[in-house]
């Protein structure tokens, strides 16, 4: 009996995840609103009419009936409970007509390859997941 009570403190002695103080939960990443890049606020101009604007960047995140001729696109980014990203776009309209934009917008990213495929980066036009043709096809 002794030798049984020896083991298994012994084996619970080495066991540091029962220390409370170790114990980390995952938390996930959690994106919110809308992903508007730099590059589609470079695309936009003032004139443009609300359904271009709509093909452009979507639908607002806010858009209230108190507030007619604006629309808002927010987005936040939380890693591990911490907000790391927080970007606000507000464009302005006078009827159908966009008249002025304020805020900021994420920076345009680049995709780039696995390292074991290539280190170019895709081109723009190129579709994700699109695949090269086999060789000794045509294309």
Not at 23 to 35: A, R
Not at 57 to 86: C, E, I, N
Request: with cysteine.
């Amino acid at each position: 009996m002794r030798a049984l009570t020896l083991i298994t403190v012994l084996a619970l002695a080495g066991c540091s995840y029962l220390n409370p103080a170790n114990w980390h939960p995952y938390h996930m990443d959690i994106q919110q609103g809308n992903l508007v890049t730099q590059d589609a606020v470079d695309k936009l101009k003032v004139g443009m009419t609300r359904a271009q604007v709509r093909f452009l960047l979507g639908s607002p995140l806010l858009a209230d009936s108190f507030h007619a001729d604006r629309w808002s696109y927010k987005y936040q980014m939380y890693k591990d409970d911490k907000l790391v990203t927080d970007k606000l776009l507000v464009l302005y309209f006078n009827g159908d007509t966009l008249t002025k934009i304020e805020g900021n917008a994420l920076p345009a990213e680049v995709i780039y390859m696995p390292a074991s495929s290539a280190s170019a980066p895709l081109a723009a036009s190129a579709p994700l997941g699109a695949s090269a043709p086999a060789a000794g096809s045509k294309p």
